[in-house]
């Protein structure tokens, strides 16, 4: 059987390069690792930083995309190829409600007509390879067969699906039949994405979907650094978790201004890393009443 694939997902504010990096040197593992969105054709310090080829050497990263307008998407591209990248990645699975309203990420998927002209003008005119990573809907999942009728158009690099609506957020159970929908219709490469955080939630979504051969891990990767190990039934080392969590720390301090930034940055990881210990509520609880 062939090994399946993992890739680490983009979370904005977690997963930015001095968590990338820190994570290849203690787990790696990760066969492609995708940025938190850039959403402004003039790309801020912070997205410069993310993108550019010395914070990320040796990883195979691919860029991602936040916009609904085709010019934003070009230049920022552009920018992107400037860089020496070759592949980046739209996003239209954010389903933050901000960014949905919008007509943003998954927002964008309430409008198909003009998701539809929108990705016939990028796919025509950039220069890049281009792959998306997708949600089922916005509200309804019957959404998701006029969906899957406008991505069969266009050559994707890959369509990466988060089978859930906008709506639905992180909650509730992912539509693995949505999944397979899209095998029977798709030729171009997939890859899941969703509650995959144990070799027993894999092994239960691989009965259903026997033909999953790449993984996107998120939420559950946080929580536990050592998932991708874990699913490929590798030996683990739990004590490595404090050498990839101060080196995170020590990067934090770099390149922000004062340990209260540092503060502020730190407590979104420790939130995700708190759900695998037990007990950790406690401590968790007085971290986030800390100024």
Not at 108 to 116: G, K, Q
Not at 210 to 229: D, E, S, V, W
Not at 254 to 281: C, H, P, R, V
Request: hydrophobic residues 35%; proline residues 6%.
């Amino acid at each position: 059987m062939e090994q399946i694939k993992y890739y680490m997902a983009p979370m904005e504010g977690v997963t930015g390069y001095v968590c990338r990096n820190a994570y290849a040197k203690y787990y790696g593992g990760i066969e492609r690792y995708f940025t938190p969105f850039v959403a402004n054709k003039k790309l801020g310090h912070r997205e410069k930083n993310d993108v550019c080829p010395e914070h990320n050497a040796g990883m195979a990263v691919v860029p991602q995309i936040l916009t609904n307008r085709a010019e934003d998407f070009l230049a920022i591209a552009e920018i992107l190829r400037e860089y020496g990248y070759d592949t980046v990645n739209l996003n239209l699975g954010c389903p933050s409600g901000t960014v949905a309203a919008r007509g943003r990420g998954a927002g964008f998927l309430a409008m198909p007509d003009e998701l539809d002209h929108f990705l016939e003008e990028i796919f025509e005119k950039c220069p890049l390879r281009i792959s998306i990573k997708t949600r089922i809907g916005k509200e309804n999942p019957a959404e998701w067969e006029r969906l899957l009728a406008i991505y069969e158009k266009y050559p994707l690099e890959e369509l990466i699906i988060h089978p859930r609506l906008q709506k639905e957020g992180y909650g509730g159970t992912p539509h693995l039949s949505a999944y397979k929908r899209a095998e029977e219709m798709l030729s171009c490469p997939l890859c899941y994405n969703g509650d995959i955080t144990s070799p027993a939630t894999q092994e239960k979504t691989l009965k259903t979907l026997p033909g999953i051969k790449t993984i996107m891990l998120g939420r559950g990767l946080l929580k536990n650094p050592l998932l991708p190990a874990l699913l490929r039934q590798e030996n683990t080392d739990p004590s490595t978790l404090k050498s990839f969590h101060d080196t995170i720390l020590d990067g934090y301090l770099s390149i922000m201004s004062g340990d209260m930034n540092t503060l502020y940055k730190m407590k979104d990881l420790w939130t995700f890393f708190g759900q695998s210990f037990d007990g950790a509520e406690k401590y968790l609880k007085a971290i986030r009443k800390e100024p």
